[in-house]
């Protein structure tokens, strides 16, 4: 069987769409995927593992009757697609009706973004798995080569790669595809401390494009660094003292606030953010914008999963709440015009002083550096989180800390943002800044 093309894959789209309409579904859309994944493992000095997948389907969206069902499958298969729509369209007239199911507005789809977003690679199908296994080595290489590599116990590489193919397709007039590609290199170095324990730290990175990456060599003596300053790491002590988050996993807390944004939070009564639009909810001193036309970005798109165009939104300004995430069905519910269901790319407004020149400034406190464990409420905002990090001593970074926690509400939490970097984490499309915040309260020893 020859290999489907691009023609091939949107053709799908068009068929399942006129296929359920012939069924009996009122409306209905249909979104086909063709996904690439190429990776590699690589543990002290020899590939582990090595996988190479390409997987394709479609997914169905039927409107039948004032009822709703999503189906999938992966038999692409003319006569087979045929059945299995018809038979989808059958079951789901079985379901409870649903007045507020539909595809959105026509209007919704207008407006799409006239630019190259520059999401693909075009010379992806070049690196192969031999330049995987270069990039694996070259990290493990470097890790090794760091002062003080004789405490390792053990150096884990992967590189992966994936183009992500989708055709889309509504039976109300939208039409649209998508090709991305991304490429992943990381490593992972376990070091044995003194007392036995054996601290864990690493280094990663990611890029559209395979030419933009960062050196192997320096994404593995930086993991490996990471690693070897845990040594000798002890529980800090109980204080109320200023936090710096470092922007890689300063992500993790504005997780917590996206989830409590979404329109299907607010209508189910689990967002600390219900009936707070327009109200002042986090510190002045954030302004967030969502952004989904940043060139490379790994949230950038021109529509969104229902095709609604993607727009640049103000999601916070100078701390004050100006939009949800709003999809068609629960921006029905709650009578709001939709937005988007999801996030795209985070663009904040930063501060001018990296994390040196901040830590500087806050002159005692922890720098924190990873969270372990914890949760996180999004009905009432209460949370609670293990860190570990380095504390901070007359603004230089000091001994290596650990088995701390800090618990509070995001509410009161996001209002002692003291500071912001000029540093935004470049392989997230949450592209946090290390966030300093003031007089909160740790739990330690």
């Known amino acids: 069987m020859s290999k489907p093309t691009s023609q091939d894959m949107l053709a799908v789209s068009q068929s399942a769409v006129a296929m359920a309409k012939a069924a009996g579904a009122k409306e209905a859309s249909a979104r086909a995927y063709r996904v690439r994944d190429v990776s590699l493992e690589w543990r002290d000095g020899k590939a582990e593992k090595i996988t190479e997948s390409t997987t394709r389907g479609v997914t169905v969206a039927l409107y039948v009757d004032g009822r709703y069902a999503s189906i999938s499958t992966s038999d692409l298969r003319p006569d087979a697609l045929k059945s299995f729509i018809t038979d989808g369209v059958a079951l789901t007239k079985n379901l409870a009706p649903d007045p507020f199911r539909g595809l959105p507005d026509p209007e919704l789809y207008k407006g799409q973004a006239d630019a190259n977003l520059q999401l693909e690679d075009p010379k992806y199908l070049a690196v192969t798995a031999d330049n995987a296994r270069k990039m694996a080595k070259e990290m493990e290489e470097a890790a090794r080569s760091v002062k003080g590599a004789s405490s390792i116990l053990s150096v884990s590489s992967s590189f992966s790669t994936n183009l992500v193919e989708q055709w889309m397709v509504a039976s109300n007039g939208f039409t649209g595809s998508t090709r991305a590609t991304g490429f992943w290199p990381s490593a992972y170095i376990s070091v044995k401390d003194a007392d036995g324990r054996r601290p864990e730290d690493g280094a990663s990175a990611g890029s559209r494009m395979y030419g933009e ?182 603004g230089a970074i000091a001994e290596p800390v650990s088995e701390m926690n800090i618990s509070g509400n995001h509410l009161e939490f996001w209002k002692k943002i003291a500071a912001i970097g000029n540093d935004p984490f470049p392989y997230s499309s949450l592209r946090t800044p290390t966030l300093v915040f003031e007089n909160v309260s740790v739990a330690g020893a």
């Open 213 to 394: 990456l960062p050196a192997a060599a320096e994404i593995g003596r930086l993991a490996a660094t990471r690693a070897l300053s845990r040594l000798g790491s002890k529980k800090g002590e109980s204080a109320a003292m200023t936090l710096a988050i470092d922007n890689r996993v300063a992500g993790r807390l504005v997780s917590y606030l996206n989830q409590a944004l979404s329109a299907s939070s607010i209508q189910q009564k689990r967002s600390f953010f219900e009936g707070k639009l327009g109200q002042q909810v986090l510190s002045e001193k954030i302004s967030v914008m969502d952004d989904p036309h940043v060139p490379k970005g790994f949230g950038s798109r021109k529509y969104d999963m229902e095709g609604i165009a993607a727009k640049a939104r103000p999601i916070f300004e100078n701390g004050v709440l100006k939009n949800y995430y709003v999809d068609t069905y629960y921006g029905r519910k709650l009578k709001m015009a939709p937005t988007s269901g999801s996030a795209s790319n985070l663009s904040w407004k930063l501060g001018d002083k990296n994390l040196e020149q901040l830590l500087s400034d806050m002159k005692d406190g922890v720098l924190v550096t990873g969270f372990i464990g914890g949760n996180s409420n999004s009905g009432t905002g209460d949370f609670s989180l293990g860190m570990l990090g380095f504390r901070v001593r007359n």
